[in-house]
T-cell receptor, first 112, second 114 residues
Framework: QKEVEQDPGPLSVPEGAIVSLNCTYS??????FMWYRQYSRKGPELLMY????GNKEDGRFTAQVDKSSKYISLFIRDSQPSDSATYLC????????????FGPGTRLSVLP | SQTIHQWPATLVQPVGSPLSLECTVE??????LYWYRQAAGRGLQLLFY??????ISSEVPQNLSASRPQDRQFILSSKKLLLSDSGFYLC?????????????FGQGTRLTVV
C-alpha cells in the first residue's frame, strides 16, 4: 500500500461547479496536511494547510481532515478556469524531510 | 523574502551524457534543500536532501548524485544519463514553523534523455 494515495484524474468540470479532491493515507503519525497547487511547467505552491482533524476555509477553498478515516479533502466552490492545475496533497508528521510526503496529484480542468 | 532559483527550465540530453542541474536560494541562511523528481501519476519522489554544506543524504539509490558546495547552492548531477532519468526535477527549500513543514519549490527542470 502506498503511503499516500490520490486519484490522478484528469478531472474535468464546468465553470462554477463544486470540485472535490481527496487523498487517503496510511501513516497515523501524520499531523499536518497540506494542499499544493501546481500549474503546468511550474513548481508546486502551497495552497492551504490544516493541523490534525477539522475544517479550514479560505475564500472558495475548504480543506477537511478526518484522521479517524485517514482521509483528507479539498473543496473548491464556484470553480474557475484559472483553477485548472494539478493539486497535490502533502502530509507531515511534524518534522523535516523524509517524513514529508506528497500524493501523486490530481489534474483538474475547469472548462469555461 | 525568500526565493529559490533553478535552471535550466528544459534540457534535452543524449543517453550517456553528463548532467548538472543547479539550484540556489536567496533570502535565508543554512536552508534545508531537497531534490525531487516528479513522474506522471507517481507524485514527488524525494531524491536527495541536504541540511548543510557538504552534507548529502540519498533517499533512493540511482544514477544520480548531489552536492552542496555552498550554503545556498544545491547541485544535482549524473556522470552518464539513462533514458529512465527523464522527468521533471524540482529543487525545494523546506521551512519548518512551529511544526508545520512548508516547501518552496523552484520552477523545475524538464529533462528529456534521448
Amino acid at each position: 500500500q502506498k503511503e499516500v494515495e490520490q486519484d490522478p484524474g484528469p478531472l474535468s468540470v464546468p465553470e462554477g461547479a463544486i470540485v472535490s479532491l481527496n487523498c487517503t493515507y496510511s501513516n497515523s503519525a501524520f499531523q499536518y496536511f497540506m494542499w499544493y497547487r501546481q500549474y503546468s511547467r511550474k513548481g508546486p505552491e502551497l495552497l492551504m494547510y490544516t493541523y490534525s482533524s477539522g475544517n479550514k476555509e479560505d475564500g472558495r477553498f475548504t480543506a477537511q481532515v478526518d484522521k479517524s478515516s485517514k482521509y483528507i479533502s479539498l473543496f473548491i466552490r464556484d470553480s474557475q478556469p484559472s483553477d485548472s492545475a494539478t493539486y497535490l496533497c502533502a502530509m507531515s508528521a511534524g518534522n523535516y524531510g523524509q517524513n514529508f510526503v506528497f500524493g501523486p496529484g490530481t489534474r483538474l480542468s475547469v472548462l469555461p | 523574502s525568500q526565493t529559490i532559483h533553478q535552471w535550466p527550465a528544459t534540457l534535452v540530453q543524449p543517453v550517456g551524457s553528463p548532467l548538472s542541474l543547479e539550484c540556489t536560494v536567496e533570502g535565508t541562511s543554512n536552508p534545508n534543500l531537497y531534490w525531487y523528481r516528479q513522474a506522471a501519476g507517481r507524485g514527488l519522489q524525494l531524491l536527495f536532501y541536504s541540511v548543510g554544506i557538504g552534507q548529502i543524504s540519498s533517499e533512493v539509490p540511482q544514477n544520480l548524485s548531489a552536492s552542496r558546495p555552498q550554503d545556498r547552492q544545491f547541485i544535482l548531477s549524473s556522470k552518464k544519463l539513462l533514458l529512465s532519468d527523464s522527468g521533471f526535477y524540482l529543487c525545494a527549500w523546506l521551512r519548518e514553523d512551529r511544526g508545520l513543514t512548508e516547501a518552496f519549490f523552484g520552477q523545475g527542470t524538464r529533462l528529456t534523455v534521448v
